[in-house]
């Protein structure tokens, strides 16, 4: 079924652990599709001229990256040191502007640095089509190599501090903005990093989320720094970020947003420590899923950028056609880039495109205003076809193939640093928390509030030591909970599955109502901890 992986279904080891054999079959799958079906038609049409260079080999093969972006001072460097709980080589921490340039920090087996201009000439990393960008950037772009755990499952990418104002955008010597679409297009993951109380978005840090445009699943926010302020102030700081963000991001759907204070400091304020705890392991939980998802991301991407090649070569073949064979040339182009909108919506009715695929318009005007026209080619159908071919069939089998082999692979995580804090132990989320509390006691912990549920119990008509479902129902209605929860809490509690409830189980519901009220979650299976002390033994011996 998958012999047309055949030819270069192997790739380079990565590192990482177990599972990597399904990246490398899919990524050199992957790699033998874009070459045989999209590079043809991109370099056709001039595609690497507008938008995006060729892939190398290097973009199928490198680990899954993350990018950091915010303003100066909002913990982005911190953030990396956190989560790899060492120093690595160019970091700079401060109040003030410090992290001057871009610095990929990723795995080695000695701790160093490489310089941008050698960086862009190594064929083993994702960088080398940064060369574009020129020394301006080049001297402001390192590797820093480290030997981390964490760096062998992803590597990470820090950006420079963004400033507001017009002469930071001007001082650069490059196109920052330019820069940041070319990694968005690249790496699996994009954090906005805001400061609880820095949360005004400069104008180049909305030209900066602007250049993601398209890359939107991509996108977490993280609101840094909030244990510096109450819950009440708390509250007010996520309203004002979430209405700044929306003038920005114009997409009707919310982003994710974390809000902790990601550093290894006490907090100054403990009201919401539960809050930060509970963000910081869902933050952690999708990082650590990154390289398990890599496959599909690079897939994804793939498929991004095989229906931008087409609609790419739809309009240049248009522009084309309508220019003259000999007079009136200059004329004709500059009508037809000023017509570009227009065209737009006739190739979407011609060929039934959506208009989320097309390029910007002022974007794509700008670009055509340096071309010849005449020097661009026809559509050739067998080029579309090939690309067609690939969506409609090649990629659902490359798609079947990554489920078929992910479930037969062991579950690839991020390990190491920050991560394996959260993992097990006492100060694992939620660890002695709701179901799970007293699993370390040798006393029963029901058995504190128990004679406080006796009283309720006896009030209930208890017959031979037991109370009827009926009763038991009239003082479980109290709490107000839905019947389906109800339900799951008499299944726990009726350890002896005769319809009745003597006193420990009837305690033992009413401490399941007392962890659901709480906001946790109840267990699928009573633990061993929970169950009364008197129907311990007739459980163990049916075990």
């Known amino acids: 079924m998958f012999s047309w992986l055949g030819k270069q279904g192997g790739g380079r080891e990565r590192g990482g652990g177990g599972g990597s054999d399904v990246v490398q079959t899919v990524t050199g799958a992957l790699r033998e599709l874009y070459l045989r079906k999209l590079l043809p038609l991109e370099e056709h049409y001039r595609f690497h001229d507008f938008h995006s260079p060729a892939l190398e080999e290097a973009d199928f093969e490198n680990k899954p990256m993350v990018l950091l972006v915010g303003q100066y001072s909002t913990g982005k460097t911190t ?62 772009f390192m590797c820093s190599q480290l030997p981390n755990q964490v760096l062998k499952s992803i590597s990470i990418i820090d950006s420079p501090g963004i400033l507001s104002g017009e002469k930071q955008r001007i001082s650069r010597g490059y196109d920052f903005c330019q820069v940041l679409q070319w990694f968005a297009e690249r790496v699996d993951r994009i954090i906005l990093l805001f400061d609880a109380h820095k949360l005004d978005i400069s104008d180049e840090f909305s030209e900066a989320i602007k250049s993601f445009r398209g890359q939107d699943d991509k996108i977490r926010v993280v609101l840094n720094k909030a244990d510096q302020v109450d819950t009440q102030q708390l509250m007010r700081v996520y309203g004002a970020l979430m209405w700044s963000l929306g003038k920005v991001i114009n997409t009707p759907e919310v982003l994710r947003v974390y809000i ?35 496959a599909v ?37 500059k009508e037809l880039i000023s017509r570009l909108p227009e065209i737009y919506t006739e190739l979407q009715r011609e060929y039934h495109i959506s208009a989320g695929d097309f390029p910007e318009v002022k974007k794509m005007q700008e670009l055509l205003e340096t071309c010849d026209f005449t020097k661009f080619h026809s559509l050739k159908p067998k080029l579309i076809e090939a690309v067609d071919n690939m969506l409609a069939n090649k990629i659902a089998s490359l798609m079947s193939l990554i489920s078929q082999e992910e479930s037969s692979m062991p579950t690839q995580m991020v390990h190491g640093g920050a991560f394996d804090g959260t993992m097990a132990g006492p100060f694992g989320h939620g660890y ?43 003082e479980m209605v109290i709490s107000k909970l839905p019947n389906s929860v109800l ?24 401490h399941l109502i007392k962890i659901k009220l709480d906001g946790y979650e109840l267990p699928g299976t009573l633990p061993p901890h929970l169950v009364p002390p008197s129907h311990r033994k007739p459980l163990q011996t049916a075990e």
């Open 432 to 474: 002695g928390e709701g179901a799970k509390e007293g699993a370390d006691e040798e006393e029963w912990v029901v058995a504190k509030d128990k004679p406080a549920y006796d009283e309720i119990f006896y009030t209930l008509s208890p017959i031979n030591g037991k109370i009827s479902g009926i009763n038991a129902k009239k």
């Open 79 to 140: 953030f990396i040191r956190y989560l790899l709980e060492q120093d690595f080589p160019g970091m700079r921490i401060g109040p003030e502007p410090t992290t001057d340039s871009f610095i990929a920090v990723m795995y080695g087996d000695s701790e160093g640095s490489v310089p941008g201009n050698a960086l862009v000439v190594d064929p083993k990393k994702p960088f080398r089509k940064l060369s574009r960008f020129g020394n301006a950037f080049l001297n402001r």
């Open 487 to 510: 339900g799951k809490i008499w299944k726990l509690a009726d350890c002896d599955g005769d319809g009745m409830l003597d006193d420990e189980e009837f305690a033992l519901a009413k």
């Open 260 to 294: 902790g204070s990601f550093w290894a400091h006490p907090l100054q304020n403990t009201e919401n420590r539960r809050l930060f705890e509970a963000e910081a392991q869902d933050l952690f939980k999708d990082i650590q899923s990154l390289p398990q998802k890599a």
């Open 297 to 333: 991301r690079k897939l994804n991407d793939l498929i991004k950028r095989a229906r931008l090649a087409k609609v790419h070569a739809y309009i240049i073949s248009y522009l084309k056609k309508e220019m003259p064979s000999v007079f009136g040339r200059e004329n004709k182009k």
